[in-house]
């Protein structure tokens, strides 16, 4: 069987290898770098520590991109990781996962994103409130939240529908966007680091005597460090998102796994550096404390008085929007793949006629994000899902061998290197830090096998509703084959 093109679908090959790889670094580099070290810093409590949860996780990060390259030289469809989970494991697997990155993790982003970007809009704007001026508490597992209408949310929800229409019009102009944005925002926290390291304060108690644990180094921080990596792997998500855009690559098979590698790698440097350049702008405490968990601006105050912090937000707000725009690019192109293999609304399945981008889809998502942004829940609900989307990471990889075996001749453009012992580790490093967070966190990771759980029967509704084709496996396998 030949592998499907882009002709096939419908969808215009327009993404270059720089533009792919500004979608990594786009959709990596959004608010988390500038706000999550404060919540790591006050589990570690030390320098080391926070610089070591960052280079663990960056670098099993890059282990990951690098497993997922080869599967997606093998897959070059979109869908990516709901594709790979569907050929590597089963397609309930595949539909689980794209279950949870409809309800949750796609979405849930996007509005925590654009949540972000109307918050560093306030410094500039003090009447975009963030008090809810309509609305009630609801009470969730990890404690209550404001459901409601506020100033910030409704910003936020503007920017997901303006973001949303310039992908409608067509996946050129959204990449260009991603492009240009992605240069912005790279240079904005390159900026960051310099200011930080050449005009901060060195803090002899942070890279001094003060920059190991009051204990020492031992294996009982392992634990401390495994549950704080929750904050920095969120910062770093999204690296496999140009997967779910293959289709629109000029070269999947070549570009995707260099994207995944290289824009990895690059954004895993930058956020080492930004976390040294906050030590060495602020003492560890002030790190810690920053108001709102904002450290970013709080260190570029430090350095530049209180210019820096309009600065940092005009940095901030560039970056979370051109964050957004690779998450809500991307997504649609998951809910396409699963309405293709009729899991879920047909019309997600379709394309515009002019634009050749999945219209129903990006809608869809734009909606469900937008009432995430209104219910304030979706901190809570990522914070539910971070567990889920490890495991989904663990059995993607575990996939790739089930491959090597179940499809020994398939094509491989690119291998992923150091098989099977990098991606083994990415497996163990994965399941390792899923058993920590059972241990560590029960009050997120419970409810976040509950979400995924409730895709279930929705599954089961789907294949009752909309069965398989008579003749054609369910669903059919796409690429690799020869």
């Known amino acids: 069987m030949t592998t499907p093109s882009a002709a096939s679908t419908g969808f215009v090959r327009a993404i270059s290898r720089l533009d792919a790889t500004a979608l990594v670094v786009g ?29 663990i996780s960056g670098i099993l990060t890059l282990l990951g991109a690098l497993t997922f390259g080869e599967l997606g030289s093998m897959f070059p469809r979109a869908g990516g990781q709901y594709i790979y989970l569907r050929e590597g494991i089963s397609p309930l697997f595949g539909y689980l996962y794209g279950w949870t990155l409809f309800t949750v993790i796609q979405t849930g982003s996007i509005a925590a994103v654009a949540a972000a970007f109307a918050r560093f809009a306030a410094v500039f704007v003090p009447a ?5 001026f309509l609305g009630w508490t609801v009470n969730l597992p990890s404690g209550p939240v404001e459901v409601g209408l506020s100033h910030q949310r409704l910003l936020a929800v503007l920017t997901v529908v303006i973001l949303t229409l310039i992908n409608v019009r067509g996946v050129k102009t959204a990449a260009r966007v991603q492009t240009s944005l992605t240069a912005v925002k790279t240079a904005a926290l390159a900026g960051l680091i310099l200011l930080g390291l050449t005009l901060g304060r060195t803090f002899a108690s942070n890279f001094g005597d003060g920059f190991l644990p009051s204990g020492g180094l031992s ?8 549950a704080a990596m929750v904050g920095s792997l969120f910062a770093m998500d999204a690296w496999d998102n140009v997967g779910f855009a293959a289709d629109e690559l000029r070269n999947p098979r070549r570009d995707l796994p260099f994207a995944m590698a290289a824009g990895v790698g690059i954004v895993t440097v930058l956020y080492v550096l930004a976390n040294a350049a906050y030590l060495a702008a602020l003492p560890v405490s002030g790190v810690a404390n920053a108001a709102e968990d904002r450290v970013a601006t709080a260190a570029l105050q430090a350095v530049l008085g209180d210019a820096g912090l309009f600065v940092m937000a005009a940095a901030i707000m560039i970056s979370t929007f051109g964050c957004n725009n690779g998450l809500i ?12 293999d009729r899991l879920f609304f047909r019309a997600a399945g379709a394309l515009h006629p002019q634009y050749r981008t999945p219209t129903f889809g990006l809608i869809a998502q734009a909606a469900w994000a937008s009432v995430l942004c209104l ?24 996939g790739l061998f089930v491959l090597r075996a179940r499809r020994p001749e398939a094509q491989r453009p690119v291998r992923v290197p150091g098989y099977p012992w990098f991606p083994g580790l990415y497996v163990l490093g994965t399941a390792a830090l899923c058993l920590d967070l059972l241990l560590e966190k029960p009050q997120y990771t419970w409810p976040g096998l509950i979400i995924v759980g409730l895709g279930l029967p929705v599954y089961f509704v789907w294949r009752w509703v909309a069965p398989p084709v008579p003749g054609r496996p369910e669903p059919a396998p796409e690429a690799g084959a020869v």
């Not at 975009?128 to 809810?132: E, H, I, N, R, T």
């Not at 690019?329 to 293709?340: C, E, I, K």
């Not at 219910?375 to 575990?398: C, E, N, R, W």
């Open 27 to 55: 959709s990596m580099i959004g608010s988390g770098i500038f706000i999550v070290s404060a919540d790591i810093v006050r589990q570690v409590h030390s320098p080391a520590l926070l610089l070591a949860v960052w280079v």
């Open 128 to 132: 975009l409130s963030a008090d809810v």
């Open 219 to 226: 294996l009982d921080l392992l634990p401390a460090i495994g």
């Open 329 to 340: 690019l991307s997504g649609a192109r998951v809910y396409f793949a699963m309405a293709r």
């Open 375 to 398: 219910s304030g829940t979706y901190g809570q609900l990522l914070d539910y899902v971070i567990f889920a989307a490890v495991l989904f990471y663990m059995l993607t990889a575990i």
